[in-house]
């Protein structure tokens, strides 16, 4: 795959380090790379790179489809905890009694559908609103009341009909579920917006989430489904501002304005997160930052860095070549020095909450991962998932219950060697023997890798697990394996290269280092034969009449043999 517009942005920065003679397969060097990058050093295709930020600003797959960001698996109680949890919920309760009061019989209420002040009061004290009733004429001013009455109505709870307020009836099993009556009230929040953020007189106007309110309230909790780390508020509250510059145009009025427009817009968020507090579906704490939300550039010029570059590149190249406007720079300065300077509030899902935002994911067909679900998953879609989805504390969990599930965990380990075995793209295979090492309890990975070193196939991949997890060092190993190794991080950077033209690039930019290390590689034992061959026909291309000379050292060096004892120091 020769177009680079095609290319991921990993993929396309570890490209350019190879075809620059760094050996990708060495932090250091990555390291150094990385640096140069950032200070304008290094050469690259910048349309391409161009392309490929245009494609990842847009959200859209190369077939035009839009874009979802994957999601982390979540671990989950069952239902019968969080059952018990939704149960203690101060909302339920009070949409639950005022189901109760209104009754089969109903309440009288006035012809603009609310109610009396009689019944008002009384129904103030069954719920606890809190709202003072002194003085007021009308129910309209009991702004607490007014927001679960029309909370029972939006979750189907209650109902006007003729003049007066009646439980609906179908509402019955919902109501004597606490969980289910707490997913229904979790639903209509998103349809609560004129009832918590809308004007009550015409000498007032709607903030700016007032317009994008069911977007914004989807996007902020999108936001912390499945973040392993709370959300501080000046993070999500820079986060929603882009989202207004976006779908607002702003004219070229003083910053003044512009400020008091965003500070109701906050004022109007606290309020929804508030209301999301008391529901259970998010709980708020005060503390540092997480390092995590320091390091993330959020301008409006371009997207944060993407979660698969390289960690090696990841902090340092970010979305090279993408400028930030002075205003944009100013705004990540003021924020950074908000979230470091002492603690701030933190936000995060409740186990309620990720429960709710899960169910609304798989209904909008959005990837929702949960831990526990791949138990009956063949072996080789488990690693494949574990690898490319999960972190390692899920992927412990997860990898733990499907062997669990098989019962024999000698012939459950088989079953997932075996899938390694069988996989016919190394890279792919490296990811799912690196899932073994990490995600098996009590170095149980550790000592199955190293029996794998034994393993005609499965030796190199193996031994390079071991050896890029610093369990494995080049004193440790034999010739032959050293050789094995060297093979297997070939045949990965060709198939990482797409082979052809791309991979003839990479050993070309390489020159004497690359002619060196095919020829070794060459002579080595490795399993993948033809995979050999075709890196063989790779270098004579690229290198020309150096080419001829890595054929005839690699007969060469078979003549000679190779006795495999270790490396004497």
Known sequence: MTDRTRWGLAKFWAMTAAEQGVDVQDGAALQRFADRAQRGEVAYDQQALAAIMERRLTDRTLSGVARAEPQLPVMLPPDDELRLRAEASTTVAQLRRLAEWAGQGGRPVTGTGRLRMAEARELVDVLGTGDRTEGVRSSADLPRLGLLMEWAKKARLVRVVKGRLYAVAKARPVLADPLQLWLRAFDACFELRQALIGVRSGWHVESMLFDVYEHILDDVLNTLYSLPYPMPWPRLRDTVHLAYRTSFQFDAGLDLQHRMWFEHADRDLRAVLDLLDDLGAIERDRGMADPAFLDIDLSDAGPEVPADVPP?????????????????????????????????ELIRLTELGTRAVRQRLLAAGRDAPSVGELAQAPASGLLGVLAEDYDPDA????????????????????????????????????????VLLVALPDGEGERLLRTLRRDTQLAPLALNALAHSELLFPEDMTDAESLLVLAESLLQLVELAGGGDGAEQMLR????????????????????????????????RALGAQGARVGRARKARRSSGNSGRKRRR
Do not use: Y
Request: charged residues 30%.
């Open 312 to 344: 090696e590149l990841a902090e340092q190249l970010g979305v090279a070549g993408a400028a930030t406007d002075p205003a944009a720079r100013e705004r990540a300065d003021a924020r950074r020095e908000e979230l470091t300077a002492g603690p701030v």
């Open 395 to 434: 992927a412990r969990t997860e990898l733990a219950g499907w062997i669990t599930a098989r019962g024999e965990r000698e012939g459950a380990l088989r079953q997932l060697t075996d899938a390694v075995r069988t996989m016919t793209f190394r890279t792919r295979a490296q990811a799912m023997l690196d």
């Open 509 to 540: 930019a390489q020159g004497s280092q690359a002619r060196d290390a095919v020829a070794a590689a060459l002579d080595s034992a490795h399993p993948d034969r033809s995979g050999l061959d075709e890196l063989g026909r790779l270098a004579a």
